[in-house]
């Protein structure tokens, strides 16, 4: 059973850090774009940042550019999402993303829409507040 699962998330201060992890089990992410996606209460799901296959390709949102850093390590299946200068605005249930892909394609070259992925965690709920 393919499946994604998300961590790291919890309650942290204005101007703090948090890393959120994304897990793969059932299958490798090597041939997969990872995507990490936020929802805050009332709103729609907003795509935050996208990372290629090889790693080599990445993509933010505008309001998180400078403050958040998406990285993979295939060797241990993973993907995280490094947090810094967090704002109460970035208070969301964050959500990983996969979709097979193709490394010939530049996936991330834009910041990928919801239904463009096939794969998702159950999310993570991260709060800014003092």
């Known amino acids: 059973q393919l499946q994604l699962v998300e961590s790291g998330g919890g309650l942290v201060q204005p101007g703090g850090s948090l890393r959120l992890s994304c897990a793969a089990s059932?299958?490798?992410?090597?041939?997969?774009?990872i995507g990490w996606f936020r929802q805050a209460p009332g709103k729609e799901r907003e795509g935050v940042s996208c990372?290629?296959?090889?790693?080599?390709?990445?993509n933010y949102a505008d309001s998180v550019k400078g403050r958040f850093t998406i990285t993979r390590d295939n060797a241990n299946n993973t993907v995280d999402l490094q947090m810094s200068s967090l704002k109460p605005e970035d208070t969301a249930v964050y959500y990983c993303a996969a979709v097979r892909s193709s490394p010939l394609i530049s996936f991330c070259r834009t910041l990928r829409r919801a239904y463009e992925y096939e794969y998702w965690g159950q999310g993570t709920q991260v709060t800014v507040s003092s």
């Open positions: 059932g299958f490798t992410l090597d041939y997969y774009a």
């Open positions: 990372i290629n296959t090889s790693g080599r390709s990445t």
